[in-house]
């Protein structure tokens, strides 16, 4: 029904209502009390926003069904045709402390969030499940550009030519920017690891301190299994014209590793070459098998 073709914004392919309304995002002026949390597209965001709204919320279940997540912490830069409203239009409405999701590369990131200091977190996933988990998306949600087959798909990620742009330019700028500002910078397999930890390391980022039974509370209504129950953070708010969860569900697997149920070794091969290359000006310590 959509399927919208991407235009490039200073270099970064974005769906097309992204680029054309450009001007507004860039323009937008955050509060210094806004929470960003930034990541490439199927990182683990959703996962991260429910946990941050439940800590600010001192682990209060009913905050984390008050609504849909899309409209607890609007997407900054989403522009969706009406009646979907657009993440500024939401932020307008809405008191501070807020939370704002976006994919934006670190350069297209409004620069008021840097000088206002604001608190930002930023989750990378390990390239080859962020890989199968955007093909995944991209085949339910009718607002992206078909995926088309996966041998094709593999190139697509590689090349940076998927919506939001290089996976690699995004998890390293990030990296590289994340000291000077002060951007809390999470691994989507270390918080599968020991979400305990995670969780009490985004609590401290926040100047939060909660006690250990809040914590604990906060750590079970974040699990995959609760959310993948939980329709105000399932995505099966949005409409099956948009997200089409019978081709996939939103909350699909939450795991670490499924990249080898879909690469061949030869993919495998090409891929780990052309990351080593792309990768070899940093040295972010992604784990691919835990
Ligand atoms: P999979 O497709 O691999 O299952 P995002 O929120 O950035 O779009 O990322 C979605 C990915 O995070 C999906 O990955 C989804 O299942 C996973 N995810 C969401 N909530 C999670 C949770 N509580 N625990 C683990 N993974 C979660």
Redesign the pocket.
């Known amino acids: 029904l959509y399927r919208f073709p991407l235009i490039k914004v200073r270099g970064i392919p974005l769906m097309c209502h992204i680029a054309d309304n450009w001007d507004s995002i860039w323009a937008f002026c955050p509060d210094p009390s806004d929470i960003l949390i930034a990541?490439y597209?199927?990182?683990?965001?959703?996962?991260v926003q429910e946990i941050v709204d439940l800590l600010l919320h001192n682990g209060d279940a009913e905050v984390a069904r008050r609504a849909p997540t899309l409209e607890r912490n609007p997407f900054l830069e989403m522009y969706s045709p009406p009646p979907i409203p657009s993440g500024l239009s939401l932020l307008k409405r809405m008191e501070p402390p807020r939370v704002i999701k976006t994919h934006l590369a670190f350069q297209l990131v409004p620069e008021g969030f840097w000088e206002k200091k604001c608190k930002a977190i930023y989750v990378a996933r390990n390239a080859k499940?962020n890989l199968?988990?955007y093909y995944?998306f991209d085949q339910m949600n009718q607002t992206q550009p078909e995926p088309g087959p996966w041998e094709g798909y593999i190139h697509k990620f590689m090349n940076g030519e998927l919506s939001w742009g290089s996976w690699y330019d995004h998890v390293k700028e990030y990296w590289k920017e994340r000291e000077k500002r002060n951007i809390l910078y999470l691994f989507y397999e270390d918080m599968?690891e020991d979400p305990r930890r995670e969780v009490e390391r985004i609590m401290r980022y926040l100047d939060l301190s909660l006690n250990d039974d809040v914590i604990s509370r906060i750590v079970e209504l974040?699990?995959?299994n609760t959310?993948k129950d939980n329709p105000m953070a399932n995505y099966s708010c949005i409409p099956k014209v948009v997200f089409d969860q019978s081709i996939s569900p939103f909350?699909?697997?939450?795991?670490v590793g499924?990249w080898t149920n879909y690469f061949s070794p030869e993919q495998n091969e090409l891929f780990d070459e052309d990351y080593k290359q792309q990768m070899e000006d940093v040295n972010i310590p992604f784990r691919t098998n835990i």
């Open positions: 990541t597209p199927k990182a683990g965001t959703t996962w499940d199968v988990s995944h599968k974040t699990s995959f959310m909350m699909r697997k939450g795991v499924d």
